[in-house]
């Protein structure tokens, strides 16, 4: 398989400063294009669905490459893992056509926060989940959470060091459910802005607990201020669940990791 090549890379973020490469060599895409550099035998570069913070995680990051060489898909998959460390692997590989574009084809993205309510902090899942000591209440947030759905000027869950050309982006659910002492908050938009996730589960964390009552997130959007928003969230908990494509592309939008983490 030569041309363009679609990959599905499944990571713990933990130990890697962001997905973006850097001159330090300790970010995903680092370790992923020279795993794929090894096995091709030149120089490869990818580019991905959507760039991930130091600590978060991705179950489904789709990147695309023009390789060059000839290849099976399954090939790719086990080739490239071979010289990947323990926490990336590529899950799946499809070839494409040279319009599809792991970033600009991509028709919407999901994410999810995974979330302990416990008096003790996490052990076992530490830096895989977040982690809350209040009791939190699920009807309070999911009235908090329907003032994002839709399209919105989001500033007020803007990092300052985001490099979108706009604020606006559009939601399209925000979903919350609990299974025993976890809750899973998924959300569904067109694209989001830098630290928007981290900063929305800061708000929806203060009306669970009852700092703040529901109807507090339709004035903290309104005011388009980040000083108006509750502090940003740790990233453990954070996934990027993985983008979705018109279904032309045949891009697979499951992975096994999937399974284990809902």
């Known amino acids: 398989m030569s041309g363009r090549v679609a990959l599905g890379v499944a990571y713990r973020g933990t130990a890697y400063q ?96 995974l979330l302990l309510e416990s008096p003790v902090r996490p052990a076992l899942e530490s830096a895989q989940v977040g982690w809350v000591f209040r009791p939190l209440a699920a009807e309070p947030m999911q009235q908090a959470a329907a003032h994002l759905v839709g399209e919105h000027d989001f500033s007020s869950f803007r990092a300052a060091d985001c490099q979108a050309a706009s604020p606006v982006k559009t939601l399209h659910a925000i979903t919350i459910t609990r299974r025993s002492a976890y809750w899973c908050f998924d959300f569904h938009g067109s694209a989001f802005l830098h630290h928007m996730i981290r900063n929305i589960m800061g708000c929806l964390v203060a009306v669970g607990s009852g700092r703040q009552p529901p109807d507090w997130l339709a004035e903290v959007l309104a005011a388009r201020d980040r000083d108006a928003a509750a502090p940003t969230f740790p990233p453990d908990g954070l996934y990027f669940v993985g983008p979705q494509y018109d279904a032309r592309h045949h891009i697979p939008e499951h992975t096994p990791a999937m399974d284990w983490f809902v």
């Open 18 to 113: 962001g997905w973006q490469s850097q001159p330090g060599g300790r970010t995903v895409q680092d370790q992923l294009e020279r795993a794929l550099s090894a096995f091709v035998g030149q120089p490869v570069t990818t580019l991905c669905a959507g760039r991930t913070d130091t600590g978060v995680h991705g179950l489904n990051q789709v990147v695309h490459l023009d390789s060059p060489v000839d290849r099976d898909p399954f090939s790719w998959v086990r080739g490239t893992n071979r010289y990947l460390p323990p926490d990336i692997a590529v899950q799946w590989s499809q070839a494409v056509g040279v319009d599809f574009h792991a970033r600009n084809s991509a028709r919407s993205r999901r994410y999810r926060y």
